[in-house]
């Protein structure tokens, strides 16, 4: 079993939608929570990061921790065509953001 | 400013040749990173620098794959007698320190054949 598990989707949703992109993971160590975007033949773009449990807000992404779960999500709102990407979470250990362990990352369709 | 930049962008080769990867890392960052993407799979890690020394490694797949970063800048990942597994997209990060925040190249796209 894989230390972090992620849908692969693709989730097509038409514009405006509000997203939900979630992650599970196993390793209780894991203290930064981060979201990257990867458009094709890119490489990943930080979009945020959260350190241990709680909710942030950026714009028009959230993301939220939930360490009693083991559960991570990223909302996005008001869903662009842009916005059509893969969305990786990756996770690391107290020490910082060095060795992430990503997720295979789901595939977002935006349809205008 | 200039981001990660990496290179080849596309590597084709035969099996049992070997290969270099390049990776110039953003100016005056100090950490650097490399990762192996496989096809819809995430990145997975495989070695990071801290200045000149490889400060974790134990993410090489085995004795086949080696990096370096002699003068603390450019990285180069090398890998012996190539093998149709090694077939992915190699991703350089880069950090002005460890513990913050990884900037990603585009990754050089690797095909054995």
């Known amino acids: 079993q894989k230390e972090v598990e992620q849908d692969p989707g693709p989730l097509s949703v038409p514009e405006g939608a509000i997203v939900s992109l979630n992650c599970t993971y196993s390793n209780s160590a894991f203290q930064y929570f981060m979201w990257y975007r990867q458009y094709s033949r890119k490489g990943p773009e930080l979009l945020m990061y959260?350190?241990?449990?709680g909710n942030k807000e950026d714009g028009r992404f959230t993301a939220q921790v939930d360490k009693s779960s083991k559960y991570i999500s990223l909302f996005i709102r008001d869903s662009q065509p842009s916005d059509s990407a893969t969305y990786l979470c990756a996770m690391s250990g107290a020490t910082g953001f060095q060795k992430l362990v990503f997720g295979t990352g789901t595939r977002l369709l935006v349809s205008p | 400013g200039a981001g990660v930049s990496q290179t080849p962008s596309n590597k084709v080769t035969e099996k049992g040749k070997y290969v270099e990867l390049r990776c110039d890392p953003i100016s005056g960052h100090t950490a650097l990173y490399w990762y192996r993407q496989s096809l819809g799979q995430g990145p997975e890690f495989l070695i990071y620098?801290?200045?000149?020394?490889?400060?974790?490694d134990s993410g090489l797949p085995n004795d086949r794959f080696f990096a370096v970063r002699p003068e603390g800048s450019v990285s180069t990942l090398k890998i012996q007698r190539t093998e149709r597994g090694d077939s992915a997209v190699y991703l350089c990060?880069?950090?002005?320190?460890?513990?913050?925040?990884?900037?990603f190249g585009p990754g050089t796209r690797l095909l054995v054949l």
């Open positions: 620098f801290q200045g000149t020394g490889a400060a974790d």
């Open positions: 990060a880069s950090s002005r320190a460890i513990s913050e925040t990884q900037y």
């Open positions: 959260t350190y241990s449990s």
